[in-house]
């Protein structure tokens, strides 16, 4: 088995021409031509991920989060990106990241959040193509109170505490969301007739919003995480019988504490 032959099963979930210009998705570290013969999926590629891949016999890692988002001007063992780079390079282990591809990819981190909170009638809240593109807007299956939907958005993400708008006195059925910092798209969830928006990383100002709408903050990590499961079944699905496995860390993978 070779690095592209894991490149080719995961783009063919998240196609790399989906990432948005912005982004680094794709081959971080490594040669397509490298021969693999373990891959650990996890989050975030940082050290001590790369050392519970050389740990598990593991050469090739699969995050959601790219290792390499900014050009890097040093690779400094005192940074914690120099120093991940540092190790995965030592060990021979190739890093590879899908983002915003899986964010935007049918069936993607968008889709997994939908999922989880048993929406019907899932489309895409900002297509760039049939089935492709930012963020979901669905329908609970019966409405509830504000309250109780966040409680089940709370649940249904596993988010110790939540930050939100003034609670909506109608009851809730159409929900819209997008995984990781979303709130770009609050005017697009408004404009779509969501009643709520649930995404990570809203900032102060965000939460004035109009009656009737409110926004739901339940933290990057929590509204990503999902993918790693989905990335980590479709190596699975192409590969029965490869060495795949998912990061023992996952767990703990969260740099955001809730004290």
């Known amino acids: 088995m070779k690095v592209r ?21 794709g081959l971080q570290i490594g040669s397509p ?49 120099g120093a991940t780079v540092v190790a995965a390079i030592k060990a021979g282990v190739a890093v590879y990241a899908s983002h915003t591809a899986a964010d935007k990819t049918p069936d993607g981190v968008s ?25 979901v807007i669905g329908e609970l299956p019966e409405a509830l109170p504000a309250a109780e939907a966040v409680a089940l958005v709370k649940k249904a993400f596993g988010a110790p505490v939540v930050r939100t708008s003034p609670l909506i006195k109608e009851p809730i059925r159409t929900l819209a969301m997008c995984g990781g910092s979303g709130s770009s798209l609050i005017g697009k969830a408004m404009e779509a007739g969501a009643q709520m928006y649930i ?20 933290g990057h990590f929590e509204t990503e995480v999902e993918i790693v499961g989905v990335l980590l079944s479709v190596i699975r699905k192409k590969f029965p019988n490869f060495v795949s496995l998912m990061s023992d860390r996952i767990g703990t993978a969260n740099p955001v504490n809730y004290l």
């Open 5 to 25: 032959d894991i490149i080719a099963a995961i783009e063919d979930f998240a196609p790399a021409a989906l990432q948005e210009d912005y982004d680094n998705t």
């Open 33 to 81: 031509e490298q021969e693999v013969h373990g891959v650990l999926v996890g989050f975030d590629c940082t050290e001590a991920l790369v050392q519970e891949a050389v740990s598990r016999g593991c050469d090739m890692i699969i995050t959601h989060h790219p290792l390499i988002f900014h050009p890097l001007r040093t690779i400094c063992p005192s940074d914690p990106v």
């Open 111 to 135: 889709w997994t959040m939908a999922r989880k909170l048993g929406l019907q009638d899932v489309r895409v809240l900002v297509p760039e193509a049939p089935g492709v593109g930012f963020g």
């Open 199 to 218: 995404c990570g990383d809203i900032s102060y100002h965000c939460f004035f919003v109009p009656e009737g709408f409110m926004v739901v903050d339940t």
